[in-house]
């Protein structure tokens, strides 16, 4: 059985010797001291060590059932989501008067990565509420706050997102689930949803679903969509339990994995829901949560492959096959370990750079969102909102992609089940497609997010890394970074450039570069946090670190992603140049 | 449900109009008109579509079971099984003497191709047995090849490879399986095998397994290993069967794919086996049967991204969502297809450009095998070991790459198995692991294969390349296709110099970027018969080809894999130059 051990030393690097975040001016962030925040992270690992992560497989070969209308999960996920709740996780970061500790989102997604990467399916369920309680306080009047959110922040109810039908994904405008007024002021919800992840379960007294559907009068396409609050159970003003509402599961899907999660098919049939934010304006409410949530999707694709790396490495230090071509390492053994082979140190190498960047990446895109929502800084949240389709797309193919090659250090084993490595991979590939399909987020950046405020968002993340690469400028040691990221990042600016000149005549080839431009600029991303990360490391051994091998260590692991990751850019660059003539030369038939 | 429709046109294309196989001067390949070869793939495709296609989620949902020993593979299997042996497809291209038709691995290779996309779990028990036969006929005495060889050909037996143990799988010097002599000259078996692929099942009256075992006086490592034939049911002289041997399974594994194929735990209790080649000399034995096998599992790779390119084609062509960017295509729906959406374009380009090059590579490849084989040409034989662990690593990469992209297109509904891209993405998964990992095949490319013969064949692929630019020098119409084949010609050119000038004095130099250089080299590969097959086409459409829409489509599709994927040779070349340093800088505590 695959084993998980938080990486709890890490992310206090990235916490505090990269982002120093107690020095930061957010409020809120000059509590984070290193002692507080390392409390936090250990006993959030306890949990997800000790409770969490020995529940995954079995969540993983039971999956959910659904019998008499009842979603039954697997064995030993009750009481463990018990132990969450009483845990107060949930609340972490979320405000006081309904229950929270009021912290920042940073520490919020630090135990985040911990959770998903012990349990993915399992932590869904708390996720969606996370992310309902979001819409609820953005939108929700503060008689629906009041009503809904202590339960929520609690978990005694958890939360779910109806969006997709099965004729609607991407294109919400085809949606056909219908809202009728009713005279109390509620509206009669009807149709039929589907892919709803946690849609219902045995671990709360209720589920709460936001729900979007169509009511009278709005027009055509999304302009008629509103969004709903439909509970399960009906509840009274003060959270008291009321008659079961008209929703019910119609079908647990059988997915590739994710099987401790139950994807629901929803059926609503002229179910009592109640407007949240304005009438016909269900999408906006949508986008002003979907930063967060896409981050979190992001944080899901690197997460799975920080458990893969370890098992993969604690394999590659334990399994004897073959030797050293340089000279044998274990000449009182039958064989050397895996991990003297160069090619399985590359894996390993590609996985482990991958995962200490995305972490610094997805931890700084946090600290952003509090930056915005804290202080209201325009700017973060213009730079947030350019990050958040990179970090959702580009983390969880890359996530993907590692959860693949820590299998593949597996050799035969890594296709048994048993062995777990399976299932980081199976797990892991959910979250390229949902929340926005990875290619609905290359589409997102490239279409929305370059050319908002007039570019302003993306010349000032290109000023952060000039700015960065002239501040060190000749500090030797930073060389193996600073070059590379230099050129990858012109790279990303001549593929701007180009999307500029040609994207204007024809959004075509625009649109054709716009996966290679995700990739493009999430490497540049990475490049620059392992930028930052390696002069922070330099810093720390400047002042005498006590752990000089663990700066050590990061160095090196930098200057890998450097040099052996970074070479992307240009091929990107390349395919992004060919513009779309290659990519639409065909007709559809002739596919 | 998934479905499948054989490339029929395709093969011909390949078949005829690139190798041009019933000019050619291989013995055999006159009789090879394309009339002829049209009605064998017409054959194959007739039962590859109408009874393996239906039974390949059938047989991934309920896999095979094992009960008081016996083995059960799923619903249908057998009688399909029947149908393919009915046909004598095992032993289209084995020799008559045994009961087959004596035809060309070619067009062995043209029908694996169709019976491995429909059903790649059924296809197993037949492919093994063909290996098991091709080892026979190898090394087998002639008493042996009498006794075991008709009914392997005829299917009434299948064959299996013992190879992997429990604490070893590519390290097989670590082997423990036992073989001690008996005085009638056979020998007693004992041992455990894990990992064998079709190891038994209910669809043949008798499993013939070779076994790699150590039999005293060997000395250490590989060089003690022999080769035994151990029949599941002894076999009397004249091909009757007897009683059962000392061999059974002991457990099947769960695995995240091919699920429709037993692989079995085989335990060996003094099993009655018999010595197959000579004593001690059964890694040679195994080592000349690879390069089939190998090839066999590359087109497994590309296979499966066959079927899986060909639904995710018709998802895209019927699934309507959103609107094209450039003007609405289909005014009278709601929305336009997905292939409007340039993104779903590139990833169906990727697809099919992959797939057709693949196809190409694949058949050109099983030529050489013809050449080598009928001919005895040395040169040939040599450039095919050369080539095959880029046929084998790179096609089973990319194919699952592309499997993975298949499932993207379909959006939310790629997760769900009962729209069986999953499937197609986990049963190829295997492909990169089993038959020597893909690592191993860059090991063997990078030291063994590059400086065989002291480099002559990588020379003459070289040769290959240079001579084919040279010939068609001035041809503009081509010109998309030379200039980027030549530069990542150069590039692998460059990689090749790198490992001979650093790689002498440390091989970690060569190794670390010995995957890089696989695929690098399966690029190159795949430019060439995109070169060659643009040629063609052109040739064709010169020549008043009356289909000159598919042939216009071939040189898109090509121009489309020299714009957007040769450019991946740059990041390769770089990868590979930047040596050993930053992949074996950490000490393993490091990790």
Partial sequence: MPSYTAPTKDLNFVLHDLLQISQSEIPGYADLEADFTSAIVEEAARLAEGVLAPLNQIGDQQGCRLENGVVYTPEGFKPAFEQIKQGGWNG???????????????????????????????????????????????????????RFLPKMVSMDWTGTMNLTEPHCGTDLGLMRTKAEPQEDGSYRITGQKIFISAGDHDMAENVIHLVLAKAPGGGEGTRGI??????????????????????????IEKKMGIHGN??????????????????????RAMFTM????????????????????????????????????????????????????????????????????????????????????????????????????????????????????????????????????????RDARIAMIYEGANGVQALDLVGRKLAADGGKHVMAFFD??????????????????????????????????????????????????????????????????WAQMARAAHAALDAGASD????????????????????????????IQSGAEPVMALQAEQF
């Fill in 92 to 146: 972490l970061d979320l405000p006081e008067e309904f229950g929270g500790q009021n912290l920042p989102y940073v520490i919020g997604s630090a135990v985040g990565e911990i959770f998903v990467s012990s349990n993915m399916a399992l932590n869904m369920y708390q996720g969606l509420t996370h992310g309902a309680i979001s819409a609820i306080l953005a939108h929700g009047s503060d008689e629906q706050k009041a």
């Fill in 226 to 251: 509103s969004l709903f609050i439909v509970p399960k159970f009906l509840v009274g003003e003060e959270g008291s339990l009321g008659a079961r509402n008209g929703v019910s599961v119609g079908n």
């Fill in 464 to 529: 952060l890394v000039k700015g960065f690469i002239k501040d060190n400028d000749g500090d030797e040691r930073l060389d193996a970074f600073l070059k590379p990221l230099k050129a990858a990042s012109k790279d990303l600016q001549a593929a701007g450039m180009f999307f500029m000149e040609r994207g204007m005549k024809n959004p075509n080839d625009a649109l054709a570069g716009s996966t290679d431009f995700l990739h493009l600029f999430g490497h540049v991303c990475l490049g620059l946090v």
């Fill in 290 to 425: 979907m930063n967060e949530a896409r981050i979190g999707v992001g944080l899901q694709g690197y997460a799975q492959a920080v458990v893969a790396y370890e098992n993969a490495r604690a394999y590659a230090l334990e399994r004897l096959q073959g030797r050293d071509v340089t000279g044998v390492q274990n000449p009182d053994g039958p064989a050397d370990p895996l991990i003297v082979h160069p090619d399985v140190r590359r894996m390993l190498m590609d996985q482990k750079s991958f995962v200490e960047g995305a972490r610094a990446f997805t931890l700084w895109g946090a600290s952003l969102i509090d930056r915005a929502h804290r202080m209201g800084d325009k700017d973060a949240d213009g730079l947030i909102s350019l990050l958040t389709p990179v970090i959702k797309g580009f983390l969880t193919d890359k996530g993907f992609e590692m959860c693949v090659q820590a299998q593949q250090v597996y050799g035969g084993h890594g296709y048994i089940e048993e062995w777990g490595m399976s299932q980081f991979a």
């Fill in 548 to 575: 000089a091998d663990f700066y050590h260590t990061k160095l090196a692991t930098g200057r890998y992603y450097m040099a052996r990751q970074l070479p992307a850019t240009a091929m990107h660059l390349a395919r």
């Fill in 262 to 283: 139950a994807t629901c098919v929803m059926n609503y049939d002229g179910a009592t829901g109640y407007l949240i934010g304005d009438l016909h304006k269900g999408m």
